[in-house]
């Protein structure tokens, strides 16, 4: 039965982590999960989708219900209902795992698969001078308001993160790799996770297949060597036990011409 491999894309705020997660999947030809996780879970709270929007979420990252009649539901606390989106949110993300190839973005996904031994888990992070840049472009701030946007969601994103898991977000050891994405471009993150996800499942990299059919030629031509210096020691001992008689034979009318006249 063929193992399905999900990657993870934990990440820093403006650190191309979202941008890398799309293009990976669209690379590999592989499910892409981010808002749609969400998506998913609303349809099957009865709520409107709206109710996910990032407005709606707290310093710690948790959805916030002051318009409970966009929730349709009465006595609930936050809590609770936070408890039960990230309920929901690991049993789609772990039927996700049972079902298909795919990368999942965010979510704690890395840890509510941490017992799979088919994930690639990867954490993005960038110099913060590139991040805070990122954020100027994308939303048309200044240098100021952007570095505070790149700060709070950052802290958002690590104390969601720590509530759920108990676990230190951005911690290496929670991840199977920590990409500096200032230090390499979209692509070659892009290269280097395909490599891995070739890896978990058995495929070969043109670099591997090369050095297997190098292998493999080795090994024939070795067989090949050990034949012909089979035929070669056949051949001559065939020779030998051939020629051998007839020399003698020679030698010996050689030495009669030779001796009879001596006579």
């Known amino acids: 039965m063929e193992k399905n491999v999900i990657i993870t894309i ?5 650190s191309n982590g979202r941008e890398i997660a799309r293009i990976l999947a669209e690379y590999l030809d592989i499910s892409y999960y981010n808002k749609e996780i969400l998506e998913r879970i609303a349809v099957n709270m009865g709520v409107c989708a709206d109710f996910f929007k990032d407005q709606n979420q707290d310093a710690n990252g948790l959805f916030t219900i002051e318009s409970k009649g966009l929730l349709g539901l009465r006595n609930i606390t936050e809590l609770s209902v936070n408890t039960q989106i990230y309920d929901m ?7 996700i795992s049972q079902r298909e190839d795919a990368v999942i973005v965010g979510r704690c996904a ?20 590139e991040r805070i840049q990122w954020s100027i472009d994308e939303y048309q701030v200044p240098a100021k308001q952007a570095k505070k946007i790149v700060q709070e969601k950052d802290a958002q994103r690590s104390r969601f993160y720590e509530f759920y898991t ?16 200032s230090k390499m471009s979209t692509e070659e ?4 996770l395909a490599s891995f996800y070739d890896a978990k499942k058995g495929i070969l990299t043109f670099k591997n297949a090369f ?53």
């Not at 934990?10 to 403006?14: K, L, N, T």
């Not at 977000?169 to 990409?179: A, E, K, S, V």
């Not at 993150?189 to 280097?192: A, D, E, K, W």
Request: charged content about 15%; overall charge neutral.
């Open 89 to 95: 949110a690991s049993d789609f993300i772990q039927k």
């Open 10 to 14: 934990s990440r820093q705020f403006g």
């Open 110 to 129: 890395d840890y509510i698969l941490k017992d799979n031994p088919d994930v690639i888990s990867v954490f993005c992070y960038s110099d913060v001078e």
């Open 166 to 181: 108990n676990q230190k977000w951005g911690n290496p050891r929670n991840y199977t790799l920590m990409i500096n994405t």
């Open 211 to 263: 050095e297997n059919q190098y292998e493999k030629d080795m090994h024939y031509f070795l067989f090949l060597s050990m034949v012909f210096q089979l035929i070669y020691y056949y051949a001559y001992c065939y020779l030998q036990a051939c020629l051998l008689p007839l020399c003698l034979l020679i030698l010996h009318k050689k030495l009669l011409h030779i001796l009879i006249p001596m006579q």
């Open 189 to 192: 993150t892009v290269q280097l």
